[in-house]
């Protein structure tokens, strides 16, 4: 357990369904990641949120919307996905922005599998 | 754009044997090096490696940054069915007052008995 929960772990959805991810840290953290990883890819930075201000957006579709209603809780709501939407999906959490210092490293949830039928 | 490549991509050895992962990346405002395991789960945090701090060692595991060179390598040693993962290279990149990471495709490890 990394004191970053993710909920579902796995979710199947159709194209027009309507589904949200949801990540919780129990850190004391400040900075929140969502983080698309597909097979033979390197991990893609989706959206980053410091103090529950959205700091990046990585270019990410809008049929992905995420929302942080605090530093504790992020969410990653889909709607009409594309079968190349499918991916794990990690939600990681920092005290601080990532690599600005030794405190500030990334811990990661265990990813929701997502598949887009 | 920041680049990171991790070589090989995949690794077959026998329990015991010694092994080094490379990493080679290109980054405007190089600011940390990381290293993260993932197993069939959340990537966990092995080393940070800064101009500051080159060599970090755990254990069996070791790691160096050659900044002349813009790489790191992570070793380990006598290894155990249990290093089997996928081990990831990240680079932080402080450039524009922001601090993404950039990753790169991993190198799965198979530890065999």
């Known amino acids: 357990e990394t004191g970053v929960t993710q909920t579902p772990r796995h979710l199947v959805m159709g194209m027009t369904n309507k589904k949200s991810l949801k990540c919780e840290q129990h850190l004391g953290h400040n900075a929140m990641y969502w983080y698309k990883q597909s097979a033979k890819k390197p991990l893609e930075l989706m959206f980053v949120y410091n103090f529950k201000e959205q700091t990046e957006n990585n270019s990410v579709p809008s049929r992905f919307s995420p929302e942080c209603p605090n530093s504790s809780h992020l969410f990653l709501h889909l709607h009409t996905l594309q079968p190349e939407d499918s991916a794990l999906y990690l939600c990681?959490?920092?005290?601080?922005?990532?690599?600005?210092?030794?405190?500030?490293?990334?811990?990661f949830g265990a990813g929701s599998r997502l598949t887009v039928l | 754009e920041d680049k990171v490549v991790q070589s090989p991509l995949s690794l077959v050895v026998h329990e015991g044997d010694t092994v080094t992962l490379n990493c080679s990346y290109e980054v405007t405002n190089f600011r940390s090096l990381l290293w993260y395991k993932q197993e069939k789960k959340a990537p966990t945090f092995l080393f940070m490696l800064t101009s500051s701090g080159i060599e970090k060692k755990s254990g069996r595991l070791s790691s160096i940054l050659d900044k002349k060179e813009l790489s790191s390598i992570l070793n380990i040693t006598a290894t155990q069915t249990g290093d089997s993962a996928i081990y990831l290279c990240a680079v932080a990149d402080s450039g524009a007052g922001s601090y993404q990471l950039t990753f790169g495709k991993g190198t799965k490890l198979s530890v065999i008995p």
């Open positions: 990681a959490s920092s005290r601080g922005l990532a690599g600005s210092s030794g405190a500030n490293v990334l811990t």
